[in-house]
């Protein structure tokens, strides 16, 4: 799964990563948790990509109410396509979420050690992402959902699942929804995704309210 993760780029730095004709409004954070808003970045009309902020926790938009406790933070990629929540998000709502790190725990004898995975050059990258518009009167809710998969080598010996990170050559390709579901199906392939690395840190960021460089410090 995917419940915690950190965008530390700067606003620049994610603009020209994304192609974004705007500079993004985010919060800066090194503890990003689910059930508040997070950057993500989707497709206009016109081809062009816009960064807004969506609630993290996907409310189907049959949903009877859209404060229900069990919002979707994840959704697996191999029922992607079948599920009520996600099957029409995924052919015509993909997003990508930018992030610069995501968190693990590996079990151990003695507890769990907390992983910080990142590029090497701690740049940003994107989560493989849903997003839908829940509304009933006047209420109007934008959430997201990020999409997991099994762990790729790097993962495995840490955890049995992960987020999906979509190449960078096929941002496009993700966020048109005019392209082909399985063809998008077909991005979400984490074992070709490989500039990453697995870095122990300490338990400080257990704690969702815990916040700054710490979480990622190597111990």
């Given at each position: ?52 902020n969506l609630f993290w926790g996907l ?19 191999e029922t992607v396509r079948q599920k ?101 199906y077909a991005l979400l392939d984490n ?29």
């Amino acid at each position: 799964m995917c419940g915690r993760y950190n965008l530390a780029a700067t606003p620049e730095r994610v603009a020209e990563h994304f192609a974004l004709a705007r500079l993004p409004r985010f919060q800066l954070s090194y503890n990003v948790a689910p059930a508040r808003k997070i950057l993500t970045v989707v497709a206009l009309e016109d081809g062009s990509r816009k960064a807004v902020n969506l609630f993290w926790g996907l409310v189907p938009s049959w949903a009877k109410d859209s404060k229900n406790s069990s919002h979707l933070i994840n959704a697996r990629a191999e029922t992607v396509r079948q599920k009520p929540s996600f099957r029409s998000a995924f052919k015509h709502r993909r997003c990508l979420i930018p992030a610069t790190g995501f968190y693990e725990w590996q079990k151990g004898q003695t507890g769990k050690q907390a992983f910080h995975i990142h590029r090497g050059d701690e740049g940003p990258f994107a989560f493989a992402g849903l997003w839908e518009q829940w509304q009933q009167e006047n209420e109007t809710l934008y959430s997201c959902t990020i999409i997991t998969t099994v762990s790729n080598d790097l993962m495995l010996p840490i955890h049995d699942r992960m987020p999906v990170i979509i190449a960078v050559e096929n941002y496009q390709r993700w966020l048109d929804k005019t392209v082909d579901a399985d063809k998008a199906y077909a991005l979400l392939d984490n074992q070709a995704y490989v500039n990453m690395a697995a870095t122990p840190v300490s338990d400080w960021v257990n704690n969702p309210l815990h916040d700054g460089r710490r979480c990622i410090e190597a111990v």
